[in-house]
């Protein structure tokens, strides 16, 4: 199974929440890798390379692929990944740019008949005007119940090669990842993944 993690708009957060999902789902006791295709940032592969990490594979099969994708709707990684993906993941973050260009990655994913797609509210700061703004946007697919806040224990784990639940298995940032794979999980995994 595929789950892509796009946007046409860089800085939302892809390559965060696409390394948060896998190592949950890992976490989870599921066969997980993660594929780095923004071959200009290269997030993904710093982070599993600072974290030497072995959980979630880079780059390999697996059970549970997530494919974290650069940022542009002329990109052909992100053209293969609409119509390649069993599961999309548009993270759409708090400001007018990243709702503007959120727009555009739908009208992509609509093209391509696309119907499991879950659009995630990222980096919202708690009780701001553009939360309430995100919280009224209106979508043509689900949007995820579980918000992601903007966390230093985000930005820590990405720097340092972990996830936020591997900083703090307690913390808000690690609850709202739980959160979000429990959505993901009824919303759309049913046969073939086994999660815990």
């Excluded at 913390?171 to 959505?183: M, Q, T």
Aim: glycine share 6%; aromatic share 4%.
């Amino acid at each position: 199974m595929k789950i892509a993690v796009i946007s046409a708009k860089g800085g939302i957060g892809k390559s965060t929440l696409c390394a948060e999902l896998a190592c949950e789902f890992a976490r989870r006791g599921v066969d997980v890798s993660i594929h780095d295709h923004d071959h200009k940032q290269k997030t993904i592969s710093e982070w599993h390379s600072i974290g030497q990490r072995s959980t979630p594979k880079l780059g390999a099969e697996a059970v549970l692929e997530l494919t974290d994708i650069q940022p542009s709707l002329d990109a052909k990684s992100l053209q293969n990944a609409v119509v390649t993906a069993d599961i999309i993941i548009v993270p759409i973050g708090p400001s007018g740019p990243d709702l503007w260009a959120t727009r555009d990655t739908l009208e992509v994913i609509k093209a391509a008949k696309k119907t499991r797609v879950l659009i995630v509210r990222n980096k919202v700061v708690t009780g701001t005007r553009m939360q309430k703004v995100l919280a009224q946007t209106e979508a043509p697919f689900p949007v995820a119940k579980t918000e992601i806040g903007y966390r230093q224990d985000f930005i820590v784990a990405m720097s340092t090669g972990k996830s936020a639940a591997e900083i703090d298995a307690e913390s808000k940032a690690a609850s709202e990842i739980r959160s979000l794979v429990d959505e993901i999980v009824s919303n759309f995994i049913n046969v073939g993944v086994s999660v815990k």
